[in-house]
C-alpha cells in the first residue's frame, strides 16, 4: 500500500502541473474570435494532409505491437483515406456555426432585472479513450470550437499515433499565437488515469470512450462528473412485415461495414413467421460471420453475429430491453403500427426503422465530429458534438433594484 501511495502521490507532483496549464490555457480560449477559431482548425485539417507519412509512420509503430487478429487492430489502424475522412470532419466542424454565446433565454422580470441563459464552454474537458487515434483529432476540433480546452488520456496500444497527433495540433497553435496547453496529452499509463479522475478544480467533466470495462471503472472510481458513453451491444428486429431484400442490405451493413465500432451489429432477431427465410437474410455475409444461437448480451467487435427467432413484436422488445445497452436498436418493417410502436417502446439513444445502426455517428448525423456516443439519460444522449459539450450561465442586468 505504501508502495502504491508512493507512486500515486509522484505522479500527482509529476501531472498536476500540467492540469494547471491546461486550467489556465482554457481561460484564454474564450477570447479568441469565432473565425480565428475556424481559420485555426482548417490550418489543423491541411496539416493532417501535408504531414500524413509522419502520422502514419508512428501509427506503424502502434501497429506493429498488436496482432492483426486483435479487434482493437481496425480501430487503431489509420490509412490515407482515413487520414482524409479526419481531415474532412475538422473542416466540416469549422464550417459549422458556433454553439457558443446563443441565448437561450430571455426575459424582463416584474422588477425590470433583465435575464439572459447563455451557452458557454464547460471549460476543460478530460477524455480517457483507447485504441483510436483519430478520437484525439475529433475531441480537438469539438473542444476547440466550442471554447473548451482538453486533457487526452489514451490508450497504450495508439501512444506512438496519440504524440504524433498532439504534436502536429501543438505546432499549428504555436504558429497562430495560441497557448498549445489548451490541448494535453496525458502518458499512456494507469496511473495517470487515476489522476485525471481525482482532477478536481481541474477537469470540469471527463468522457470516456472505449469497451465496458474502461466505462464501468471510469464511472465508478471517478470524482469529476462524467459523461458515460456506452459500448454497444446493437440488436436489429426483422419483422414479420420486413421486406427481405432491404432486410439483406440493412444487416449486412449494420454487421460488416466495420466490426469494431460501436455501433455494429451484434444481435439478429427474427420473427417465427419469417424464419424460413433466415439463410437468404443471412447470405451476403455468411462467407465472413459466424452465427451463435445461445449467446445474448455480447458485444463482439468481430465477425461474430448472435441469432434468435421471436415469437412476436413484444418479444423482440423485451429480449433488447434484457440485453441492449442503450445505445441503437433497428426494426426492419413495412407495418408502419410496428415501426411506431417499436421506435415509442425500444429505450436507447438512436432507434432506426428500415435503416442500418452504422449510421450512428456524429458526422453522418451532420454534426461534423463526435466525441462520443452518450448512452446516458441526464445530460447528452446518442451523439455528442458541439452543442452537447457546452453548459449555460445567467447574464443579469440590472439598474439598482434590490430584493424586498
Known sequence: MLYKTTILTTYTKMINPIFEQVKCASRSLTLIPDNRRDEILLAVADAIGDNEAILLEANAKDLSRMEKSNP??????????????????????AALPSPLGKVLKDKVLDNGLHLRRVSVPFGVIGMVFEARPNVAFDVFSLCFKSGNACVLKGGRDADDSNRAIVSLIHGILRDFDVDPNVVALLPATHEATAEMLNAVGYVDVCIPRGGRRLIDFVRDNAKVPVIETGAGVVHAYFDKEGDLEKGKRIINNAKTRRVSVCNALDCLLVHKDRAAELDALLAPMKDKVTFHYDNYGTEWMSYDLSIKIVDSLEEAISHIAKYGSGHSECIITEDKEAARTFQTMVDAACVYVNAPTSFTDGAQFGLGAEIGISTQKLGPRGPMALEEITTYKWLIDGDGQIRP
Open 72 to 93: 482493437l487492430y481496425d480501430r487503431l489502424q489509420l490509412t490515407h483515406d482515413r487520414l482524409c475522412g479526419i481531415a474532412s470532419d475538422m473542416r466540416h466542424v
